[in-house]
Each structure stands twice: as structure tokens, then as C-alpha cells.
């Protein structure tokens, strides 16, 4: 069965530090990958998927077939990319997602 | 374009009531989804819908949970009746047809929090 493993819950950088949000999967086919995004107070939103293979918000993820790892790495954090953020498979068939459990990304001054 | 319209926002109820959730979905959008997401899990599929028939609903707890989408637009899911663990925020989703073998973009709503004391 399709797992994907989120370990860190919570993530506190510094503004203008590095950001790197860990994301495994466990999937013996060729997956998809995303990532949502949940603002506070706002609804949950795909940030990018690895086959897009482009930067959002300066995000940017790349999938490791051989690692089954899809971390999401951003170079310079800023204050508004405080959010919850999900990792999320796509295995086909059905448009089912599995997500991850999350982790809370703190941007402080 | 108007995105994807839960009601109500929050909702309280005791063990043992019901509960009824309302989704309307994104105009045009044929696939509507409803997720569980326990506090401090992801969102979990309940039940998918192709318009009023059901894809998928594997994680559907049937004895007390039951979900409808009988014009193939809105949809309602329901609690009854409800217990301790079924605290959590309810998402609903919609997507263009989702049934091939690339991913259709699911658009999230803004969720019910139901509280179950």
C-alpha cells in the first residue's frame, strides 16, 4: 500500500534562511508527487507537482526515484511562507491522493 | 470563478446526535471527494463521487456515516450517530473528471470543523 511519511511536524527557520520540508513515499510504481499549502485561514491549495518540474513562490521539489524522497526546498524563507504544508501521492486510477501528515512551516523575524 | 462552498463552518454536537455536512461544488467539476483530517493528520478519503454514482467509499465507516450526491452537484455527508473520534475538520473537493491516468487538480473548500463532546 502507498504511504507517505512526513516526519518533522513542525519546521522553525529564521527569515532568509534556507527551508528544506522532508517528504518520503512508499509506492512500488511510478508516482506522482505534489505539494499543498494551507495559509491560515485560507483552504488547502496544490503549491507544485514534481512533473511540472518548475518554481512556485521560489519552491521547488525534485523527486528521487532512489531515495522515494520528494523534499520541498526553498533557498531564501520569507515571513509569508508561514503555512501548513502537505505532501501528497498520486498512484493513478481514481484521482485518489494519499497526503501526508503535515508539517508547520514558522518563519521567524 | 467561485470555489468550492461548505456549510456550515463549524458545528458542535454530543456523542449519539447527528450531523449533516453540505457541499456544493466547483461548476462544471464532475468528481467531488469528501476527506477527514484529524487534527494533526493529513486529509484521509472518505468517499469519491463520478457525478451521482460513487467511486470510491473503502474508508467510509457505513455504520454511521453515510454521503449522497443526487443531481450529481451538490453533496451531503452525514454523521449519525456521531462518536468522540469523529471530532475532526470534513473537506470537501472537486475536480474535472478524475478517472484516467493523470492527476485532475482537486480544489479544496474551506472544511466543517465538527466538535463531538
Known amino acids: 500500500a502507498q504511504r507517505v511519511t512526513q516526519p518533522e511536524k513542525l519546521l522553525s527557520v529564521f527569515k532568509g534562511a534556507p527551508v528544506e520540508l522532508k517528504c518520503n513515499y512508499s509506492?512500488?510504481?511510478?508516482?506522482?508527487l505534489f505539494w499543498y499549502v494551507q495559509y491560515s485561514r485560507q483552504r488547502l491549495q496544490l503549491l507544485l507537482r514534481?512533473?511540472s518540474r518548475e518554481s512556485i513562490k521560489g519552491f521547488t521539489a525534485d523527486l528521487n526515484k532512489g531515495e522515494t524522497s520528494f523534499h520541498l526546498k526553498k533557498p531564501f524563507a520569507q515571513e509569508e511562507d508561514s503555512a501548513m504544508y502537505y505532501c501528497?501521492?498520486?498512484?493513478?486510477?481514481?484521482?485518489?491522493?494519499?497526503f501526508g501528515t503535515g508539517t508547520q512551516l514558522k518563519v521567524e523575524l | 470563478e467561485a470555489g468550492v462552498a461548505q456549510s456550515p463552518r463549524y458545528k458542535i454536537i454530543e456523542k449519539r446526535q447527528s450531523v449533516a455536512f453540505w457541499c456544493n461544488p466547483i461548476?462544471?467539476?464532475?468528481?467531488l471527494y469528501w476527506y477527514q483530517q484529524i487534527l494533526g493528520q493529513g486529509p484521509k478519503l472518505l468517499i469519491q463521487?463520478?457525478?451521482?454514482?460513487?467511486?470510491?467509499d473503502s474508508q467510509l465507516p457505513k455504520d454511521r456515516f453515510s454521503a449522497e450526491r443526487l443531481k450529481g452537484v451538490d453533496s451531503t455527508l452525514k454523521i449519525q450517530p456521531a462518536k468522540l473520534e469523529d471530532s475532526a475538520v470534513y473537506l470537501c473537493?472537486?475536480?474535472?473528471?478524475?478517472?484516467?491516468?493523470?492527476?485532475?487538480?482537486?480544489?479544496f473548500g474551506p472544511g466543517t470543523r465538527l466538535t463531538v463532546l
Open positions: 514534481h512533473i
Open positions: 501528497a501521492l498520486f498512484t493513478g486510477g481514481g484521482n485518489k491522493l494519499t
Open positions: 509506492y512500488s510504481g511510478s508516482p506522482e
Open positions: 473537493a472537486s475536480s474535472d473528471t478524475g478517472l484516467g491516468d493523470s492527476y485532475n487538480e482537486q480544489f
Open positions: 463521487f463520478q457525478n451521482n454514482g460513487v467511486v470510491d
Open positions: 461548476s462544471g467539476h464532475a468528481t
